[in-house]
């Protein structure tokens, strides 16, 4: 099993970036999957989750309305698209597996993580 999250960098506050992770995961189209990012000095949190079709996602209450979960089954990939970032938004961000649907707890398989780093 591999994940990779990648297309995290350095953005202004107010700026968009689109995180992208390919999953070499047997049973990816029929697993949630879950981004989580982890700030210094901080505990890694949950930030939201896809259904396995792609139909249902949930938010962390810190960025819903700005952050949108979505997935290509085809292509083995889920993707995290970011706006109206915020300097508290920076954290390395990972990729997940969830074991359950609905929540993404506990965590099956972690990905590599990205850096997203939010200028003020």
């Known amino acids: 099993v591999q994940l990779q999250a990648f297309g995290g960098g350095l953005v202004q506050a107010g700026g968009s970036l689109r995180l992208s992770c390919a999953a070499s995961v047997p049973t990816f189209s029929m697993r949630d999957m879950g981004w989580f990012r982890q700030a210094p000095g901080k505990e890694r949190e949950f930030v939201g989750g896809?259904?396995?079709?792609?139909?249902?996602?949930y938010y962390a209450d810190s960025v819903k309305g700005r952050f949108t979960i979505s997935r290509d089954n085809s292509k083995n990939t889920v993707y995290l698209q970011m706006n109206n970032l915020k300097p508290e938004d920076t954290a390395v961000y990972y990729c997940?597996?969830?074991?359950?649907?609905?929540?993404?707890?506990?965590?099956?398989?972690w990905g590599q993580g990205t850096q997203v780093t939010v200028s003020s």
């Open positions: 997940a597996v969830c074991r359950r649907p609905g929540i993404c707890t506990p965590v099956d398989y």
């Open positions: 896809v259904s396995w079709s792609g139909d249902s996602t």
